[in-house]
Structures are given as structure tokens and as C-alpha cells.
């Protein structure tokens, strides 16, 4: 998988990464990375007009094993613990 992002990342704390893609999220929860991404767009919906929410939810993409381009987000820690406080438990 080829993620089409400047995420951070090293072995020091100072050098951990600054942001988390919306499929590393998805394994951490046990959900669909589908079911996430819906989780993510209703967050940005009702945060739209109030927040910026490219402080928090970054759109990018990635390519699957058979090379095609899909969907993903990139979440700041702040954007994790909105996600986490905000996601749909159905």
C-alpha cells in the first residue's frame, strides 16, 4: 500500500508521527476502513461552518494492492480523539 502523504515518522518520542491515517485507525477500532471514512465525513459535516477541520482531518489517498487509487484521511491527535469521541457504535 502506497499512501500519497508527508506523514512523519522516527524512532525517538520527538520523532513519532503527527498524524495517523484513517487506515491504521480503522484496524485500531476493528472497524471497515468504509465505516470509518462515513464516520470521518459526518464529524466534518457537523463541524462544517465552525471549525476548521484541516486542522484535524486531512483528505489523501492511497493505492491497494491492485494499484488503485482510493480514499483515505490523515487525523492529527486532536482528530483521533474527535473521531474516537464522535464515531457511530452500530
Same mark, same amino acid.
Given at each position: 500500500? =502506497?499512501?500519497?502523504?508527508?506523514? !512523519?515518522?522516527?524512532? @525517538?518520542i520527538n520523532?513519532?508521527?503527527?498524524?495517523?491515517? *484513517?487506515?491504521?485507525?480503522?484496524?485500531?477500532?476493528?472497524?471497515?476502513?468504509?465505516?470509518?471514512?462515513?464516520?470521518?465525513?459526518?464529524?466534518? =459535516?457537523?463541524?462544517?461552518?465552525? !471549525?476548521?477541520?484541516? @486542522?484535524?482531518?486531512?483528505?489523501?489517498?492511497?493505492?491497494? *494492492?491492485?494499484?488503485?487509487?482510493?480514499?483515505c484521511?490523515?487525523?492529527?491527535?486532536?482528530?483521533?480523539?474527535?473521531?474516537?469521541?464522535?464515531?457511530?457504535?452500530?
Open positions: 500500500m =502506497k499512501m500519497n502523504n508527508n506523514k !512523519k515518522g522516527g524512532g @525517538s520523532e513519532l508521527p503527527q498524524t495517523s491515517t *484513517s487506515l491504521e485507525v480503522a484496524e485500531m477500532v476493528g472497524r471497515t476502513h468504509d465505516n470509518v471514512l462515513k464516520n470521518i465525513r459526518k464529524i466534518i =459535516k457537523q463541524m462544517s461552518g465552525v !471549525k476548521n477541520h484541516e @486542522s484535524y482531518f486531512s483528505e489523501t489517498s492511497y493505492r491497494n *494492492s491492485q494499484n488503485k487509487e482510493l480514499p484521511h490523515l487525523l492529527t491527535k486532536i482528530g483521533c480523539e474527535l473521531y474516537s469521541n464522535r464515531m457511530d457504535w452500530d
